[in-house]
């Protein structure tokens, strides 16, 4: 493993970990105490170190600050009852970065890196992953380049880097989303499928308007017509319609998520019907007035399982069922909270144990 490529390791002299509070912790402000560094030049990977979180020195004209050659992924893991550390499907996080690095005209990064590089700062770090059925630790992933140059090509260096931070829930409470019908998160053959910085970049500013009007996320549609449902700003979505668990099929405008996959991967074990289909906005209106539609969530690695109380589409506020009808989501959340910190069989092997 990263043995074999000369990690070399600086730990901090104190750790902070018992500065903070795991009661009270906010969600991406407080980071672990190391990170992963590696470098690509000369067509190979380089400089494998274990350091202190701390500040990059970059250059001005570093290109991946005005080019956009950026991407990242997300993953958490957890502790069992016994001290051990699960990270949850980590090889399709590496799986997605690597798409994402080919659409994006980036190298792709070998395993013994990405998973041994998330081994070895979690064996370093493995007192930031309380034993608490609250707290995880966020691991992520980013890697962008790196040349000192001011002109459109791509780079011929890159940084990756590991950072993990302890976090709590993403979203405390249901959630209220707003139907977008005017901009659009992505277009065929765009780089939607992609986890590329970009793509949030561009949703910031409609989904602050739609935050400013009292709703916690969009709801993407199509960017041609407005027509179908895509995904939300952090999370995929799903909906329960006549007992069927419904969702937009992926395409070159959607991330694949891995949480989504994980979900249908359980439904179908559990012997419900899933429909993996283009979903048009009218469809789920519809199934709130008459009833038909009984839950919708969203599926993400921060937000793992978000129901949605209500959808604002053409400025019609609907409200879904409330609490006591999110039988399936709340069934499934539970399920999958007790699946990764290794309470209930790993009937599926997505948990790698460190």
């Given at each position: 493993?990263?043995?074999?490529?000369?990690?070399?390791?600086?730990?901090?002299e104190h750790s902070r970990v018992h500065e903070?509070?795991?009661?009270?912790?906010?969600?991406?402000?407080?980071?672990?105490?190391?990170?992963?560094?590696?470098?690509?030049?000369?067509?190979?990977?380089?400089?494998?170190?274990?350091?202190?979180?701390?500040?990059?020195?970059?250059?001005?004209?570093?290109?991946?600050?005005?080019?956009?050659?950026?991407?990242?992924?997300?993953?958490?893991?957890?502790?069992?009852?016994?001290?051990?550390?699960?990270?949850?499907?980590?090889?399709?996080?590496?799986?997605?970065?690597?798409?994402?690095?080919?659409?994006?005209?980036?190298?792709?990064?070998?395993?013994?890196?990405?998973?041994?590089?998330?081994?070895?700062?979690?064996?370093?770090?493995?007192?930031?992953?309380?034993?608490?059925?609250?707290?995880?630790?966020?691991?992520?992933?980013?890697?962008?380049?790196?040349?000192?140059?001011?002109?459109?090509?791509?780079?011929?260096?890159?940084?990756?880097?590991?950072?993990?931070?302890?976090?709590?829930?993403?979203?405390?409470?249901?959630?209220?989303?707003?139907?977008?019908?005017?901009?659009?998160?992505?277009?065929?053959?765009?780089?939607?499928?992609?986890?590329?910085?970009?793509?949030?970049?561009?949703?910031?500013?409609?989904?602050?308007?739609?935050?400013?009007?009292?709703?916690?996320?969009?709801?993407?549609?199509?960017?041609?017509?407005?027509?179908?449902?895509?995904?939300?700003?952090?999370?995929?979505?799903?909906?329960?319609?006549?007992?069927?668990?419904?969702?937009?099929?992926?395409?070159?405008?959607?991330?694949?998520?891995?949480?989504?996959?994980?979900?249908?991967?359980?439904?179908?074990?559990?012997?419900?019907?899933?429909?993996?289909?283009?979903?048009?906005?009218?469809?789920?209106?519809?199934?709130?007035?008459?009833?038909?539609?009984?839950?919708?969530?969203?599926?993400?690695?921060?937000?793992?399982?978000?129901?949605?109380?209500?959808?604002?589409?053409?400025?019609?506020?609907?409200?879904?069922?409330?609490?006591?009808?999110?039988?399936?989501?709340?069934?499934?959340?539970?399920?999958?909270?007790?699946?990764?910190?290794?309470?209930?069989?790993?009937?599926?092997?997505?948990?790698?144990?460190?």
């Amino acid at each position: 493993m990263l043995e074999t490529l000369q990690l070399k390791v600086r730990k901090v002299e104190h750790s902070r970990v018992h500065e903070v509070d795991f009661s009270e912790i906010p969600f991406g402000k407080i980071y672990s105490d190391h990170m992963v560094v590696a470098d690509y030049a000369g067509k190979e990977w380089k400089n494998f170190l274990i350091l202190p979180y701390d500040h990059l020195k970059l250059m001005p004209g570093t290109s991946g600050l005005h080019y956009g050659q950026s991407i990242f992924e997300g993953l958490k893991g957890y502790k069992n009852q016994s001290g051990d550390i699960l990270v949850f499907r980590p090889y399709e996080n590496l799986k997605r970065m690597n798409i994402s690095a080919k659409r994006m005209c980036m190298p792709e990064i070998p395993e013994e890196i990405f998973i041994g590089g998330i081994k070895e700062l979690l064996n370093i770090d493995r007192n930031w992953v309380p034993p608490s059925k609250e707290i995880s630790l966020y691991i992520r992933p980013l890697m962008f380049a790196t040349d000192e140059y001011i002109g459109i090509k791509t780079s011929e260096s890159y940084k990756f880097l590991i950072m993990t931070l302890p976090v709590g829930a993403y979203y405390s409470t249901s959630v209220k989303v707003k139907v977008e019908t005017e901009y659009a998160r992505a277009c065929a053959g765009g780089t939607g499928f992609a986890k590329a910085a970009g793509n949030y970049a561009g949703s910031l500013f409609p989904a602050k308007l739609a935050q400013e009007q009292g709703y916690h996320q969009l709801v993407w549609t199509d960017a041609k017509e407005h027509k179908y449902i895509e995904e939300a700003g952090t999370m995929n979505l799903m909906f329960v319609i006549d007992n069927v668990l419904v969702t937009p099929e992926t395409r070159d405008t959607i991330l694949k998520g891995i949480t989504r996959d994980s979900v249908m991967t359980i439904a179908r074990d559990w012997g419900m019907k899933v429909e993996e289909r283009r979903i048009q906005v009218d469809e789920v209106i519809e199934g709130i007035k008459n009833h038909t539609l009984t839950e919708a969530f969203g599926t993400g690695t921060a937000a793992t399982i978000a129901p949605i109380e209500l959808i604002s589409y053409k400025g019609v506020d609907y409200q879904l069922p409330g609490e006591q009808a999110r039988i399936f989501s709340k069934k499934l959340f539970d399920y999958l909270e007790n699946y990764k910190r290794g309470r209930v069989e790993d009937k599926f092997k997505w948990m790698f144990r460190v």
